[in-house]
């Protein structure tokens, strides 16, 4: 059996939850054919401190954004958040080397900014070489550490990516434009808007509004979830109903179960069923995670925007609001005011910047994805690892 590495770390849930989606592709194309693990490079290979990193990312993109910003770095190649980075793939070279002669890989997948430098130097002082590729996972503000001429095939979500990578010297033989990997299960037919509500105890027609932080549930979710009750409560009639995801911050969905409400409102902690969520619900707040934007276009939700991490997500801003699929503000009682327009007054909107999402988004990213790097292994000269 051949075997594909996908490479990531937990700096945030969309690495993971990149490398879950183009999993759950390689074995729904290719059943019985692979061996496929994910690896969690810097947590499981690295030396400490920088196995620590993946840990600090909570506090980092939540209390320390800044700081966040300064290490994330920026587009200059000479800032020092990429000096650390330059300097952390020197460090990382040992553990990378152990990981590829440990699980001897076919076909490597990268969908992490930190590892198409380290992974080429490894391989070079190896005298081995099996099919690398890259899979970027941010929709706008690509770290420069993203695009490496060396890689085989670089996957890229949206133009201004595609056109970052030509920048840094990717040829457009190496480059696709697919869309972001966003698990199978959005590419699926979905089950009706009445009967999801049924099964997942929401109120079956109140316009209903999706609250979600991330995978790590950050930012101010609870204040937005009391301004959007406060505000939809605010006629002699509910003007609709809430559900919160609160993903891995158990302290967030354990105060807000404790809450009462004035409108139905449903918490829940991490889900593994999003595209239900989503398509049972009629817009989002979320914060500018890129997969998240990703899955909501694909369930043609309108998006408002709730707040970004410096760097990283800044410009899935712009990308979200020139493309007139949502709006941006991180004021809490700004953000239920939109909601509740939409919902309101607005109401005719809505379908608009619905079907627009629709048009924007990539369901079929993940198999088109799996498709083209099966594609080139099966083209690639191979040699074992030495
Ligand atoms: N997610 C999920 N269940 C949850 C919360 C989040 O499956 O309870 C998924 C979400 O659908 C998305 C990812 O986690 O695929 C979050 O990625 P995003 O890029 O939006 O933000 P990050 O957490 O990486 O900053």
Known sequence: ?????????????????????????????????????????ITDYLPYPLNQIPKTYPFLSNDAPWMWKLLYGSQDPLSFGNGLMVTGSWLAQN????????????????????????????????????????????????????????????????????????????????LFLFGLPIRPAFARAIRSKPDLRRTLRMDPALPAVLLIGGGEGVGPVEEIAAQLARQLSAGSTA????????????????????RTWPIPVTVNGFVDNMPDWMAACDCVVTKAGPGTIAEALISGLPIVLSGFIPGQEEGNVPFVVENGVGEYSKNPSEIAAIV????????????????RARELGHPQATFDIVRSTINLLEAYPHKSIG
């Open 1 to 41: 059996m051949q075997r594909i590495l996908l490479m990531m770390s937990d700096t945030g849930g969309g690495h993971r939850a990149s490398a879950q989606a183009l999993k759950a592709g390689y074995e729904e194309l290719y059943p019985g054919r692979f061996e496929i693990d994910i690896v969690d490079v």
């Open 95 to 174: 553990g990378v080397r152990r990981l590829f002669a440990e699980k001897r890989p076919d076909l490597i997948v990268s969908v992490h900014p930190l590892f198409q430098l380290v992974s080429k130097w490894v391989m070079d002082k190896m005298q081995w070489r099996a099919p690398f590729v890259t899979v970027v996972t941010d929709l706008t503000t690509g770290h420069p550490r993203w695009f490496d001429p060396g890689v085989d095939a670089c996957y890229v979500p949206s133009q201004v990516t595609y056109d970052l990578a030509r920048k840094a010297g990717l040829r457009p033989d190496q």
């Open 340 to 355: 509740a327009r939409w919902f309101g007054p607005g109401r005719d909107d809505l379908p608009l910047m619905a079907a």
């Open 239 to 258: 003007a609709g109903q809430i559900v919160v995801i609160c993903g891995r911050n158990k302290a967030l969905q354990e105060r807000l179960q404790a």
